[in-house]
């Protein structure tokens, strides 16, 4: 027999009310002004949500170790390309480069 | 390692060849092997285990240089919202986010169906997996038809990029809408090959291939499907949620 976990029904579906919680929660926020915060409250929200579906529904608590790294390392490196990315495009107009 | 023939790290004792009992069908196991095998188990793996964790491990590869194309439109996305701030906020007023919403549930429905066909696979029940892969299908071809509407409006309104763009907006906007349509139309593509997915994935389970010692394509289609699901929760609150400041219909 497969030794590989198998979530109990409640879980998921705790998991999924969870969801349409969080999926009201930012269509109510957004109804509110909370100047710059607006847009990290809402990305809060989404990571959040995010973070449950690929914890939970798509099982990577329970896979191998190297499973989670490149998981997380796959996240890690979108970082990377949003970091350095906006440190050029952020820095540009500082420096007066012509093509901006 | 304890065990070098097991480099994905099964627990240990997981590692043993089990004798499986033989699929209907299927003459395996029934003498002359030294050892008898589960018939579904690749001859290049060592037990039924380290071949879901590599079927897995591969999928998840293959979902992170999914992060990584996703990722530039979302990079594409940030530089230009952070150039025209208010072109965002402006078309972001012209998507309807009750339908953006209506979306975002229906496709957290398909995820709670998605999980359950998989466990019922692990389980070994035919009925369970038949009834929630039709269920996702179903759910899937909703947002789809959703979508189409969204489409039609935008079209409608004469809010699609180019010569037809409603001369009245500032140009700026046919940037939000350009990245609107690419980022959501890439997102629908990848819907409509996870409905092919699941209907593949369906027949399969008609035919009773899967049960809880092999359900390995029904796991790794359902990391497809929760990952173009994972998609669309970032893209609703970035598209749809910035111009709603004003009130519902502002």
């Known amino acids: 027999m497969s030794t590989a976990h198998i979530g109990t029904v409640r879980l998921y579906v705790t998991v999924f009310a969870a969801l349409l919680f969080f999926t009201l929660i930012t269509v109510w926020v957004a109804g509110h002004d909370f100047g710059w915060l607006n847009t990290p409250v809402a990305l809060g929200i989404a990571v959040t949500k995010a973070s449950l579906v690929v914890i939970f529904f798509m099982g990577v608590r329970y896979n191998t170790p190297l499973t989670k790294v490149v998981v997380i390392a796959g996240f890690f490196w979108l970082f990377i390309l949003f970091g350095l990315g906006m440190m050029d495009y952020v820095s540009r107009p500082w420096l007066g480069v012509p093509g901006r | ?250």
């Open chain 2, 1 to 250: 390692m304890a065990n070098p023939a097991t480099p994905l790290g099964s627990s240990p004792g997981a590692n043993e060849p089990t004798v499986h009992h033989a699929v209907a069908g299927h003459a395996h196991g029934a003498g002359g092997h030294a050892q008898a095998h589960h018939p579904k188990l690749q001859h290049h793996f060592y037990s039924m285990e380290q071949q879901l964790e590599a079927s897995t491990l591969g999928m998840w590869v293959f979902l992170v240089t999914e992060v990584m194309f996703f990722g530039g439109l979302f990079m594409a996305y940030i530089v230009y919202r952070t150039m025209y701030p208010d072109a965002w906020v402006g078309g972001s007023h012209h998507l309807n986010v009750y339908l953006g919403g209506l979306n975002t549930a229906v496709l957290i429905c398909s995820s709670l169906t998605m999980v359950l066909a998989v466990r019922a696979a692990q389980v070994g029940s035919r009925n369970g997996q038949i009834v929630n892969l039709i269920l996702t299908i179903l759910l899937g071809t909703v947002f789809l038809v959703v979508k189409y509407f969204e489409y039609a409006s935008k079209f409608e309104h004469h809010l699609v990029p180019g010569p037809h763009f409603d001369p009245t907006l500032p140009t700026a906007q046919q940037l939000f809408f350009s990245l609107y349509f690419v980022m959501t139309g890439i997102h629908a593509a990848h819907m409509v090959v996870g409905i092919v997915l699941m209907a593949i994935i369906l027949v399969m389970a008609w035919k009773g291939q899967f049960g809880p010692d092999y359900y390995n394509p029904v796991e790794i289609s359902g990391l497809y499907w929760h990952f173009v699901d994972i998609v669309w929760i970032f893209l609703f609150p970035l598209l749809y949620l910035l111009g709603f400041h004003g009130g519902p219909g502002a």
